[in-house]
């Protein structure tokens, strides 16, 4: 599996933007997807989820209400809506494959994640 991100930027606090993530190999809808992003010295943390049908979802306290997690399993990417930026939302934002977990269930641990993408830069000015 290859992932490919996009959609990274520079955004005024408030403002919204969306990165995606095109899949290549294995077959879309077998697997699970997440969202994850990192800043220096931090670890890396899982900030949305979404099940191989699409119909279960998870977003980390700090983005609830905010950001969006979707998946188009026919043109094999996932996208991440982010609404309301903060300063503090200013990261690399990685795509990642789970090709583990049961239908329906989601995983946040990087350790559980199989193939990632190259990481996206999300800055958020204040």
């Known amino acids: 599996v290859q992932l490919q991100a996009s959609g990274g930027g520079l955004v005024q606090a408030g403002g919204s933007l969306r990165v995606s993530c095109a899949a290549s190999?294995?077959?879309?809808?077998?697997?699970?997807m997440g969202w994850f992003r990192q800043t220096p010295g931090k670890e890396r943390e899982c900030v949305a989820a979404i099940s191989r049908s699409g119909g279960n979802t998870y977003y980390a306290d700090s983005v609830k209400g905010r950001f969006t997690i979707s998946r188009d399993n026919v043109k094999n990417t996932v996208y991440l809506q982010m609404n309301s930026l903060k300063p503090e939302d200013t990261a690399v934002y990685y795509c990642?494959?789970?090709?583990?977990?049961?239908?329906?269930?989601?995983?946040?641990?990087?350790?559980?994640?199989?193939?990632w993408g190259q990481g996206t830069l999300v800055t958020v000015s204040s």
């Open positions: 990642a494959a789970d090709f583990s977990s049961l239908p329906g269930r989601l995983r946040v641990l990087r350790y559980e994640y199989d193939f």
């Open positions: 190999g294995r077959a879309f809808g077998t697997y699970a």
